[in-house]
């Protein structure tokens, strides 16, 4: 298949600029490539991996022994009164201002990253996520060597907090999604994802990051937990618990996966001893 390149740097397609080598890499834009792709690894008996903006993922300095499929952003999307079908590749933020005539969406500005990942960790910030505007999902499914094309409705998705039937079942790929939004004044949607931009920017720390390490729970934040362990600033390596937000670690330039990952099980260690409460990640290892 043309296109696939041999022993490609994973830190290139990481918010997070930690990766070694994977085995092959291919970028695709369509669905269509996406499964010629897999087809590819299945022949060849590679296990594949398909990612997209590379936001919430930590890979392995040791790199990656199979076929990392690189879904790139497409902005297509098709709007059939307040049902919208996107292409799952497309970048949140772009759907975000594209939509302004639309309401549901405002709160999505600032997360990096594609709307396929969004779905598949349940993405939400100030009180709502995007479980809440899905209608449907369009999947491929890989088993047993054979990939189906599905359609999952949004009780098929299993949504759960910053969780989905997805998440940790990487036969089962987004390639698009029907979002049902409502129509609205346009003036006051761009003046909320103004406000909601700067509310971001105020909190999120500057640097190489993926976003949120740990959920949150019902009656805590993670952040404020690493903090009171008293763990903010604390550094292995080039990686560095975020002085301005526990919840974020920071690569400074040169950090391995190995030092975000010592980082990681102090913080659960320290949190646990503390109080009493175990932390799960947020984020996607690999």
Request: with cysteine.
């Amino acid at each position: 298949m043309e296109g696939i390149k041999e022993n490609v740097l994973l830190s290139k397609y990481s918010t997070f600029r930690i990766g070694g080598p994977a085995r092959y890499l291919i970028e695709v834009s369509d669905p269509k490539d996406i499964k010629r792709a897999i087809e590819k690894a299945l022949e060849l008996n590679l296990k594949f991996l398909v990612i997209g903006g590379g936001s919430n993922i930590l890979f392995s300095s040791e790199g990656y022994d199979g076929m990392v499929i690189v879904f790139n952003s497409s902005n297509n999307f098709l709007i059939n009164d307040n049902l919208i079908e996107v292409n799952a590749s497309i970048s949140l933020n772009y759907l975000v201002n594209k939509l302004d005539s639309y309401t549901g969406l405002e709160w999505a500005i600032g997360i990096p990253g594609t709307l396929a990942g969004a779905i598949n960790g349940n993405a939400g910030a100030f009180g709502v996520e995007i479980s809440e505007l899905i209608k449907q999902v369009k999947v491929l499914e890989v088993k047993n060597k054979k990939i189906i094309e599905r359609e999952f409705s949004k009780k098929d998705c299993n949504f759960g907090y910053r969780n989905s039937i997805f998440k940790n079942n990487y036969n089962l790929i987004i390639t698009s999604a029907i979002l049902e939004l409502e129509k609205g004044n346009t003036e006051e949607i761009k003046k909320n994802i103004k406000n909601n931009l700067s509310k971001r920017i105020l909190k999120q720390p500057k640097g190489f990051s993926i976003g949120s390490i740990f959920k949150n729970g019902d009656n805590f934040s993670a952040g404020e937990l690493i903090e009171k362990a008293g763990l903010k600033g604390k550094q292995i390596g080039d990686a560095k618990i975020a002085e301005d937000h526990a919840n974020f670690i920071i690569n400074l330039g040169n950090a391995t996966s190995d030092d975000v990952l010592s980082l990681i099980k102090i913080i659960k260690k320290e949190v646990e001893e503390k109080f009493l409460i175990k932390l799960e990640e947020e984020i996607k290892i690999f």
